[in-house]
């Protein structure tokens, strides 16, 4: 991605109403360099398409789940295997409306902006290890699992072991695809790539956890980039430093055996 391109990134990110397949089409375009400005419309073009293919006049959240399931996990065979776990193309959006399929949260993310633009009641819904769409009050509203082709997880209160289920917001959305990113590159040494860049766009959002500038600088100094990384771990521990003395002198000394790496 070009320095322009993560700047509207970062723009969009902090904007009022953050764009979500905005957000998720420029951060495919990260990994695929392929993906220009008019394959990012032609993308946004098909969101618009099949939301066009839904009925009008819905009412309810068990009428909005029933007509886009039908649409996105039936007539158009949107959903998920095991296999698309291995693949990066998984987290792409273009690549997912191609190849109707990828990994929960993508396909939610199709669910979502295709509801979206048709008027429906839409959330999205963040559990442990999965990603599911509700429609309808998020209290009583209806819940579907996309990766499933959008099988059908009830209705009644939404609520997780950890108590009542909340909307997720877009960004977080956006952060949690990043994480899934760099979940599949650290398996993958390979791929250091792959994870130095999620994380530049992590640390593009507004809210992230502080924790994510030192992976990147250990990231960096796996690449090899021995000064850069013992910077930023040097910047990191005077952060940390603040309300962790014995952590941030941890930090220090993965600094200095960074630069002992040049000699």
């Given at each position: 991605?070009?320095?322009?391109?993560?700047?509207?990134?970062?723009?969009?990110?902090?904007?009022?109403?953050?764009?979500?397949?905005?957000?998720?089409?420029?951060?495919?375009?990260?990994?695929?360099?392929?993906?220009?400005?008019?394959?990012?419309?032609?993308?946004?073009?098909?969101?618009?398409?099949?939301?066009?293919m839904l009925p009008y006049g819905l009412r309810g959240g068990a009428a909005w789940a029933s007509a886009v399931?039908?649409?996105?996990?039936?007539?158009?065979?949107?959903?998920?295997?095991?296999?698309?776990?291995?693949?990066?193309?998984?987290?792409?959006?273009?690549?997912?409306?191609?190849?109707?399929?990828?990994?929960?949260?993508?396909?939610?993310?199709?669910?979502?902006?295709?509801?979206?633009?048709?008027?429906?009641?839409?959330?999205?819904?963040?559990?442990?290890?999965?990603?599911?769409?509700g429609f309808g009050d998020p209290e009583e509203g209806v819940v579907v699992d996309p990766f499933a082709g959008?099988?059908?997880?009830?209705?009644?209160?939404?609520?997780?072991?950890?108590?009542?289920?909340?909307?997720?917001?877009?960004?977080?959305?956006?952060?949690?695809?990043?994480?899934?990113?760099?979940?599949?590159?650290?398996?993958?040494?390979?791929?250091?790539?792959?994870?130095?860049?999620?994380?530049?766009?992590?640390?593009?959002?507004?809210?992230?956890?502080?924790?994510?500038?030192?992976?990147?600088?250990?990231?960096?100094?796996?690449?090899?980039?021995?000064?850069?990384?013992?910077?930023?771990?040097?910047?990191?521990?005077?952060?940390?430093?603040?309300?962790?003395?014995?952590?941030?002198?941890?930090?220090?000394?993965?600094?200095?055996?960074?630069?002992?790496?040049?000699?």
């Open positions: 991605m070009s320095a322009g391109a993560r700047a509207r990134f970062a723009a969009e990110a902090r904007s009022e109403r953050p764009d979500l397949a905005l957000l998720c089409l420029l951060l495919a375009a990260e990994a695929d360099p392929e993906l220009d400005e008019r394959g990012m419309d032609r993308a946004q073009i098909e969101l618009d398409r099949l939301a066009g399931t039908e649409l996105l996990g039936g007539r158009l065979g949107f959903h998920g295997t095991p296999a698309d776990y291995d693949r990066l193309s998984s987290s792409l959006l273009h690549e997912v409306l191609l190849r109707r399929r990828g990994l929960p949260i993508l396909l939610s993310v199709v669910w979502l902006e295709v509801a979206r633009r048709a008027g429906a009641p839409v959330y999205g819904l963040g559990l442990p290890g999965h990603f599911v769409v959008g099988a059908s997880l009830g209705a009644g209160p939404a609520e997780s072991a950890s108590g009542p289920r909340t909307p997720a917001r877009t960004l977080d959305i956006v952060l949690r695809i990043l994480n899934n990113i760099r979940a599949w590159a650290a398996t993958r040494p390979e791929q250091s790539a792959v994870a130095l860049w999620a994380l530049d766009l992590s640390l593009l959002l507004p809210s992230h956890p502080a924790s994510l500038r030192y992976e990147r600088a250990r990231v960096l100094v796996e690449r090899g980039q021995f000064v850069a990384g013992a910077a930023e771990l040097d910047a990191y521990a005077e952060v940390v430093g603040a309300v962790d003395a014995a952590a941030a002198a941890r930090v220090r000394a993965e600094a200095l055996s960074a630069r002992a790496l040049l000699n």
